[in-house]
């Protein structure tokens, strides 16, 4: 793939879902999942181990609007292929999301931790080669705690432009360059490595728990 393609065409939109697919399991938090290219995986994850409600929309649903009336009490911002800054629709509807008087909880991972950083107002740029394999050490800045996790990307988040209500959640430590951020007080968190991962390590799989603990959290509220 040339670089051009990489960076000038819209990838996720040739990736994700044409419509909306439905996981109902009554009594369940109820999650909305964007597809940017979504691993089996991950809604496998969700399905069977969060036992969550799960639907999942297309890259460009427009959930301002919402026309297929969606009920959900907490988005995830899936991973995906290419420059983030292609995905404006995505990055709009994110915008209108963190900008509620009571937002509901929100978390990416890979290409959803750029995408949420570009709807907070920071930038991202491309990576020399990029982080791949299932071997990228990744730290903790809350505990400290490095963990071993997968990935596959090759644009980074600049943290120098995260605002100041958004800080490092996790911190790659070979190149030092980002692996997730989160909001200092509201429900908003993504990382840029992939915790289910299938096959690799599952060491961050506690992320998922998080997600939807604050879900139920926000929903009983």
Known sequence: MSLT???????????????????????????????CGIKFNIVRYLLNEEKVDLTVVPF???????????????????????????????????????????????????LGNQLLALAAGARTYKLKYGNRGMNQPAIDMRTTKCYITPQNHGFAVDM????????????????KTNEGIIHRTKPFLSVQFHPEACGGPTDTAFLFKIFIDLVREHHIA
């Open 60 to 110: 460009d649903y427009d959930l301002e609007t919402n026309p297929e009336n969606i009920i959900y009490y907490g988005i995830f911002i899936s991973n995906g292929p290419g420059n983030p800054e292609m995905c404006t629709e995505t990055i709009k509807t994110l915008r209108w999301i963190l900008g509620q008087e009571k937002p509901k909880p929100v978390f990416g991972i890979c």
């Open 5 to 35: 393609t990489q960076t000038q065409k819209n990838l996720v939109a040739a990736v994700s879902t044409k419509k909306v697919l439905r996981f109902p399991r009554p009594d369940s938090p109820r999650i909305i999942a964007y597809d």
């Open 160 to 175: 120098e432009t995260l605002p100041y209500e958004w800080k490092t959640f996790f911190l790659n430590a070979n190149d």
